[in-house]
Antibody
Framework: QVQLVESGGGLVKPGGSLRLSCAAS????????MSWIRQAPGKGLEWVSY????????YYADSVKGRFTISRDNAKNSLYLQMNSLRAEDTAVYYC????????????WGQGTLVTVSS | VIWMTQSPSLLSASTGDRVTISCRMS??????LAWYQQKPGKAPELLIY???TLQSGVPSRFSGSGSGTDFTLTISCLQSEDFATYYC?????????FGPGTKVDIK
């Protein structure tokens, strides 16, 4: 069955860095467009970053541009998010999500990994 | 950026009720709208895409309608497992944006 499993979350001080990973299985990862979406505690959903199936096209939300870097390794069926210069407002559950169609809806979601930015 | 509102933000209902959730866009998006269900501590799950197409495996009591700027999610006969928060999402233009959510709880 389809699985997306995030890892790499944790507690980090403001200004610090974390690298999130998302391991995919049960579907043809290289055919899917991938995104990171976050949800601050008690809040709604916020799209963070997008990468095309080949990795050639990447977009970021303005709130993370210049600080976060998305990447993927289709040979390893994995998605990554390098997060630098973290701020308190980056505290959230980070979900990886997969879509069959470019820039569309999200068919599959991981269970999420919590990132807490606090001193 | 396309902004979205959902109403109501909180809906108290009973099992067996017919419930309707509204999602309104700041500009027209044709039918490029999806609906998700999220239960506490869980990831969102896709219910409907293209405004009215039911995702595989989603019960037929869920339905979606609308186009342009006004959309509706209807649950025809609320079941206990349907108490959750529902989000709409537009994918007409980048970045994809989500509505603020509608929590359906037990009356």
């Amino acid at each position: 069955q389809v699985q997306l499993v995030e890892s790499g979350g944790g507690l980090v001080k403001p200004g610090g860095s974390l690298r999130l990973s998302c391991a995919a299985s049960g579907f043809t990862f290289s055919d899917y467009y991938m995104s990171w979406i976050r949800q601050a505690p008690g809040k709604g959903l916020e799209w963070v970053s997008y990468i095309s199936s080949s990795g050639s096209t990447i977009y970021y939300a303005d709130s993370v541009k210049g600080r976060f870097t998305i990447s993927r390794d289709n040979a390893k069926n994995s998605l990554y998010l390098q997060m630098n210069s973290l701020r308190a407002e980056d505290t959230a559950v980070y979900y990886c999500a997969a879509g069959r169609m470019k820039g569309a809806y999200f068919d599959y979601w991981g269970q999420g990994t919590l990132v807490t930015v606090s001193s | 950026v396309i902004w979205m509102t959902q109403s109501p933000s909180l809906l108290s209902a009973s099992t067996g009720d017919r419930v309707t959730i509204s999602c309104r866009m700041s500009q027209g998006i044709s039918s490029y709208l999806a609906w998700y269900q999220q239960k506490p501590g869980k990831a969102p799950e896709l219910l409907i895409y293209a405004a009215s197409t039911l995702q595989s495996g989603v019960p037929s009591r869920f339905s979606g309608s609308g186009s342009g700027t006004d959309f509706t999610l209807t649950i025809s006969c609320l079941q206990s497992e349907d108490f959750a928060t529902y989000y709409c999402q537009q994918y007409y233009s980048f970045p994809p944006t989500f509505g603020p959510g509608t929590k359906v709880d037990i009356k």
